[in-house]
């Protein structure tokens, strides 16, 4: 299979939309001339015209609006919001509009549109630029919200996306654009089912819970726990927030009795507490040890590199809190080993 770059899997998907279905259109802030904040639109505008590719002014409440217009009238748009941090301008229309028009109407009308927008820290772009507000979004019924980690998954879900006959908020991490991962050739049918969790790496002695780009560094934590402790990690990447696939969560934690939630997002009210307080519904009498979650600290982000760095979620972090959770049962099956100390300390970050 070819490897390429998250930004190419989505530039290519949305090519390969268009050229497949005429009603698809992109919009967006300097999607066209100028091809993206980060590329992702690179030459569409060349190949499709500035009927599907449009730019659209600093204005997202109306551009947002204009597209869920468009969406009831039977065409498809993929808006592009330059970064998270900007969607805050378009929440009514988000919120009360597009979410709730096709319960309101009676089911009379849909909303088939998907809004694409990067977030994430670690880029210096301090406070107001670095956010991960995504869980505002997946408390909202009506609204699907998934946010894909590697670049077939990028590909599979913004396929299903913009084939949705509802609302869906694609959600993108600055830190993924330029990962690689192997992505099939294109299929018609390879299109990734939204609201079905993936466990990226199978085992049997704890169970790691993330999404978006915490768990592509889950994977490699799972990778050095495994080499250098003999800790058998299961890694589930959410995938999508909303729908949130609770069964692939439970079904994990039931097997391995230990689970650690992490994420990017602030700790308190955020997608961990929401998974956290699933397993202890659904699989409370299966821990051998409580849930731990590691998750960005509860501060506006800093600008100051070394700042930023001691406010975000690590790997580190996560190796700390696994060991934790494994000395608190009374350690790991088989050869490992384990150090609560540490991850005590990581473990209460947020």
Same mark, same amino acid.
């Given at each position: ?19 497949? /279905?005429? #009603?698809?259109?992109?919009?967006? &802030?300097?999607?066209? %001339? ?25 204005? +997202? ?15 498809? !748009?993929?808006? +592009? ?35 694409? @927008? ?12 670095? $956010?991960? !507000? &995504? ?8 609204? *699907? ?16 996306? =913009? ?8 959600? +993108? ?15 018609? /049918?390879?299109?990734?089912? =939204?609201?079905?969790?993936?466990? *990226?790496? &199978?085992?049997?002695? =704890? ?15 799972? +990778? ?18 909303? !729908?949130?696939?609770?069964?692939? =969560?439970?079904?994990?934690?039931? *097997? @391995? ?41 509860? %501060? !506006?982000?800093?600008?100051? *590199? ?9 790997? $580190? ?17 088989? #050869? ?15």
């Amino acid at each position: 299979m070819p490897e390429v770059t998250y930004r190419q899997a989505l530039h290519d998907t949305l090519r390969d939309e268009m050229l497949r /279905d005429e #009603n698809v259109f992109l919009m967006g &802030e300097e999607i066209g %001339v100028f091809e993206g904040s980060y590329k992702i639109t690179a030459g569409l505008l060349q190949e499709f015209g500035a009927k599907r590719v449009r730019d659209a002014p600093i204005a +997202e409440e109306g551009f947002v609006g204009a597209a869920i217009g468009a969406a009831m009238l039977g065409l498809r !748009p993929v808006v +592009e919001i330059m970064t998270i941090n900007f969607i805050l301008l378009a929440m009514d229309q988000i919120i009360n509009h597009a979410a709730k028009i096709h319960y309101m109407f009676g089911g009379q009308s849909r909303v088939p549109m998907v809004i694409r @927008t990067p977030g994430g820290g670690g880029q210096q772009l301090a406070a107001t630029h670095s $956010q991960n !507000p &995504e869980v505002w979004f997946a408390h909202t019924p009506g609204l *699907k919200v998934v946010a894909p980690s590697t670049p077939a998954d990028a590909r599979g879900l913004l396929k299903a996306s =913009i084939r949705d006959d509802d609302p869906v908020l694609f959600l +993108e991490n600055l830190a993924l654009y330029n990962t690689k991962g192997e992505v099939p050739e294109d299929r018609p /049918d390879d299109v990734l089912p =939204i609201g079905v969790a993936d466990v *990226k790496r &199978e085992g049997s002695d =704890i169970t790691i819970i993330s999404y978006s780009r915490m768990a592509a560094v889950a994977m490699h934590v799972a +990778e050095q726990l495994a080499s250098e402790d003999g800790i058998k990690a299961e890694v589930i990447d959410l995938r999508s927030l909303r !729908p949130l696939d609770r069964a692939t =969560i439970v079904d994990s934690v039931r *097997k @391995t009795n230990r689970a650690v939630v992490f994420e990017e997002d602030w700790r308190a009210y955020g997608i961990g507490a929401e998974v956290a307080a699933t397993i202890q519904e659904h699989a409370f009498d299966h821990l051998d040890a409580p849930v731990r979650r590691i998750a960005a600290a509860e %501060v !506006p982000l800093p600008y100051a *590199k070394n700042m930023e760095l001691a406010a975000l979620p690590t790997g $580190q972090h996560l190796v700390d809190a696994v060991h934790a959770t494994l000395d608190a049962s009374g350690g790991v099956r088989g #050869n490992g080993r384990s150090n609560g100390s540490k991850g005590q300390r990581s473990a209460s970050r947020g």
